[in-house]
């Protein structure tokens, strides 16, 4: 018996190491090319040389890009985090008769396909004053981040005991006291990964972005796509790894305040 | 009076901004979409003012829309169940570890869902390519004499998309496993069942409900796929994700884009709906 289950998990650890690698390897090709100093991409690179990221923090566009994924990401970080936060706060405290409608209408944008909202976003608002805005941009992607953050927040305060605002109320504490002094430490580390969690989803999305940026406000993701369809040029492999190094920063940080045990809520 | 309506429901306060936003960015642009798909559509025009049923008689008789519809269903079959497989496999393996193991195995898992599509695709492009990882191996094993180029083809196409479903994949499946009663395993053990056994007729219809969620969400994200075909893929490989940003962003044609947005929105919404159905169904089923 004990040796039926120990060869089905060496089955089990070897699959497992496989798959990661095919999760993982993608990231390190990119990561090991983009120090090749050669103009072409190929694989293994022909030597070591940090020429590409020269390149690449040399040149005002993919600069530009760069900067404009940060405003993005951060405008959206504004919008969708209090939106996200507040509603799931309501759900886990109230009770009312619609809840159940409520909650299906928090969580659609998050299954409706970017590609969609995408076009829709550039057919309503493409011969508006928003054309060409960051705002437009930090709006599309704020949809998706409201209904994510929301699905996380909800899981972050099941655990939460609102009987600590009842009696900080009790004890006479005004609306603002009871936030600052008792929900905001409380929640503390939550809050510290929805803000990460919209930075971060923001900064890599590229399939809204496609339709809403123009050259003024176009962001990395967008850039690197728009480059890549016309040469493989070397610079892409950097900037395909500064958006990794992004990803993989904000994502150490989410695992120190918010542990992996909430992480395995993003599934459905 | 006023205060009394907000005393009584504080929970609408706290959802209005929410609310707010999706309304005016996300349903208002959906109803205009649909307002859109009856204007008349004239190539290279974005549209001109009007009404018209037109653009729903082309995509009736559109034959080349109906071939990228059907390469499209096509595609998601193999990408739905290579990610299932390979999803199980990890979600399960996560499911019977603890520790620093699972801690390891989750941040693998969940970790390349912010690096973005474009990364991905292109990534998997200097695998596949003439002088890629793949080509470096095989003409150094002595497999092949000359490198030959890979990529460009219904399989890298259907890797790229595996790649990209997989993380919430498991992470569905995992929410699943992780709440299986693992006395019920237990139990079968005791009553002489073999470890096979007790997986096909115990564990896998207990997640059946985070399989069929899984496979709705590849299908829904294989069929409005756009980025990583486009890269992966030669024109062969054209999804009616592309045709569509195609039809909006390059031929300009926006009532017949948007009549091609609402068909693939009836597709996904209606794949979801049932699969909540299923889910919910399946579940009642599994817990008696």
């Not at chain 1, 409520?102 to 409706?112: A, K, L």
């Not at chain 2, 009553?191 to 969620?213: C, D, H, N, Y």
Request: glycine share 4%; charged share 10%; proline share 4%.
């Amino acid at each position: 018996m004990g040796k039926t289950i120990a060869k089905s998990s060496i089955f089990l650890n070897f699959a497992c190491v496989l798959i990661s690698a095919f999760i993982l390897i993608p990231v390190v090709i990119i990561f090991l090319t983009s120090l090749d100093p050669a103009k072409y991409i190929r694989f293994p690179p022909s030597g070591f040389s940090l020429l590409w990221y020269e390149y690449f923090f040399s040149n005002k566009v993919w600069q530009n890009g760069l900067l404009n994924s940060v405003y993005v990401a951060v405008l959206n970080t504004i919008i969708s985090v209090p939106c996200g936060i507040l509603a799931a706060y309501a759900y886990r405290k109230y009770t009312f008769k619609l809840k159940n409608i409520f909650n299906t209408i928090m969580i659609i944008p998050y299954v409706t396909p970017s590609l969609l909202v995408g076009i829709a976003l550039l057919m309503a608002f493409g011969r508006t004053i928003l054309r060409g805005t960051y705002f437009i941009v930090a709006i599309a992607h704020a949809l998706w981040s409201t209904s994510f953050i929301y699905i996380l927040m909800q899981a972050a305060l099941s655990n939460y005991d609102f009987t600590y605002e009842e009696a900080a109320k009790d004890l006479g504490a005004n609306l603002f006291q009871m936030f600052s002094e008792v929900t905001l430490p409380l929640l503390k580390s939550a809050f510290i990964a929805a803000i990460l969690f919209a930075f971060i989803s923001s900064f890599g999305e590229v399939t809204m972005a496609i339709f809403l940026v123009t050259s003024k406000t176009v962001t990395l993701p967008v850039l690197l796509w728009t480059s890549l369809k016309y040469e493989l040029h070397p610079v892409a492999t950097v900037a395909s790894v500064i958006c990794i190094i992004f990803a993989i920063v904000i994502f150490m940080l989410i695992t120190k305040f918010f542990g992996t045990g909430m992480l395995s809520k993003i599934g459905m | 009076m006023k205060v009394n309506v907000f005393q009584k429901h504080r929970y609408l306060v706290l959802y209005l901004p929410a609310l707010i936003l999706f309304s005016v960015f996300f349903l208002t642009p959906f109803v205009l979409m649909i307002r859109m798909s009856f204007f008349i559509g004239k190539p290279l025009h974005c549209y001109i003012e009007g009404f018209t049923i037109e653009n729903y008689l082309r995509f009736l008789r559109d034959f080349y829309v109906h071939t990228r519809l059907m390469f499209t269903l096509q595609l998601s079959a193999p990408v739905i169940f290579l990610t299932l497989v390979l999803a199980y496999i990890m979600a399960y393996a996560i499911s019977r570890s603890s520790g620093i193991k699972r801690l390891i195995l989750i941040c693998v898992t969940i970790f390349p869902i912010w690096i973005n599509l474009v990364v991905i695709a292109f990534s998997w492009q200097v695998i596949f390519a003439r002088y890629g990882l793949i080509n470096f191996f095989l003409t150094n094993l002595g497999i092949i004499d000359e490198p030959t180029p890979l990529g460009y083809n219904f399989l890298s196409v259907v890797i790229g998309l595996v790649h990209v479903c997989l993380p919430y994949t498991i992470l569905t499946l995992l929410s699943v496993l992780d709440n299986i009663d693992p006395t019920l395993e237990e139990a079968a053990k005791d009553l002489g069942a073999t470890k096979f056994k007790i997986f096909v007729e115990v564990t896998l219809p207990m997640s059946m409900p985070g399989i069929i969620t899984g496979a709705a969400f590849c299908f829904v994200w294989t069929m409005s796929s756009f980025v990583i075909p486009s890269f992966l893929g030669s024109p062969l490989q054209k999804t009616i994700g592309i045709e569509i940003a195609n039809q909006v962003l390059t031929a300009l044609n926006w009532p017949y884009g948007s009549v091609l947005s609402i068909v693939l929105l009836c597709i996904t919404s209606s794949t979801l709906l049932i699969s909540n159905i299923l889910r919910e169904r399946t579940a009642r089923w599994a817990k008696q």
